[in-house]
């Protein structure tokens, strides 16, 4: 039995065809593309705010992962960069999205004891309580009392902060 294919309606000698679909693997991807990310994930780690800005404006997804499941914002975040931090979240970014290993942007820069970028995502909504460990107990195990404090925490009192 053979299905007729169907109509946009307008004109019935016309057939609608699917859109090509989204690769399902980044296997399956063009070298371009891949060289692209590639890119995108060191403008990220090395701070270019403003290249990184015009790639957003251009449609790069605000949520692009690496394989590791790190996003643009978790590596700006990682390494310290408070003003691309702040770009990432003022472009759409989730602040909140989880890596492969289960840790948020807020935990990693709380870990490396990034004061300014931890106020950026906390203030651009980032929730302290998500991941393994979360933002709360690494500022609580590594004594970051600023941290703390910010987030409303006191030391010793919820959190890794307790003896």
């Not at 692009?64 to 310290?80: Q, R």
Request: charged share 15%; aromatic share 4%; glycine share 12%.
């Amino acid at each position: 039995m053979s299905v007729p294919p169907q109509t946009n309606g307008a004109n019935p000698s016309t057939t609608n065809t699917l859109p090509p679909q989204p690769p399902q693997s980044p296997s399956d991807l063009p070298p371009a593309a891949l060289d692209l990310a590639a890119k995108l994930f060191d403008l990220a780690r090395n701070g270019s705010t403003d290249t990184l800005q015009a790639y957003l404006s251009a449609g790069v997804p605000r949520n692009l992962t690496n394989a590791s499941g790190d996003t643009l914002l978790m590596l700006a975040a990682y390494h310290g960069h408070a003003s691309t931090t702040k770009a990432l979240l003022e472009a759409g970014s989730d602040p909140n999205v989880l890596n492969g290993r289960g840790q948020s942007p807020i935990a990693g820069a709380v870990f490396k004891g990034w004061d300014d970028v931890v106020r950026v995502l906390y203030e651009g909504g980032a929730d302290i309580s998500l991941g393994q460990p979360n933002a709360v107990d690494c500022a609580g195990m590594f004594k970051r009392e600023a941290m703390l404090k910010l987030f409303g925490v006191e030391l010793g009192r919820g959190g890794g902060g307790e003896s």
